[in-house]
């Protein structure tokens, strides 16, 4: 796991902590808008593509205002 988190850390480097967070498989897109959001989603979708990385549908949520990260529910509210 330390050598693919390392990988997907160098994958998402310039955007880490600024708008999205990462542990392992599990992203988190953060905006302050719904239209920031929508195109950082764009952006993490296709740097997903660009290094052959795929995300599994079935665990996406998009465009939620509220939603569980790592057993944290994650809400506008903190």
């Known amino acids: 796991p330390s050598?693919?988190?390392?990988?997907?850390?160098d994958t998402?480097?310039?955007?880490?902590?600024r708008?999205?967070?990462v542990y392992i498989d599990d992203i988190l897109i953060f905006s302050?808008?719904?239209?920031q959001?929508?195109?950082?989603?764009?952006?993490?979708?296709?740097?997903?593509i660009d290094n052959q990385l795929y995300a599994k549908m079935?665990?996406?949520?998009f465009h939620?205002?509220?939603t569980s990260f790592l057993s944290y529910i994650i809400s506008a509210e903190g």
């Open 37 to 48: 959001h929508i195109q950082h989603v764009r952006v993490i979708l296709q740097r997903l």
């Open 3 to 9: 050598v693919f988190q390392a990988f997907i850390n």
């Open 12 to 17: 998402f480097r310039d955007m880490l902590n």
């Open 64 to 66: 939620q205002t509220v």
């Open 58 to 61: 079935e665990k996406c949520e």
């Open 32 to 35: 302050d808008t719904m239209d």
């Open 19 to 21: 708008w999205v967070i």
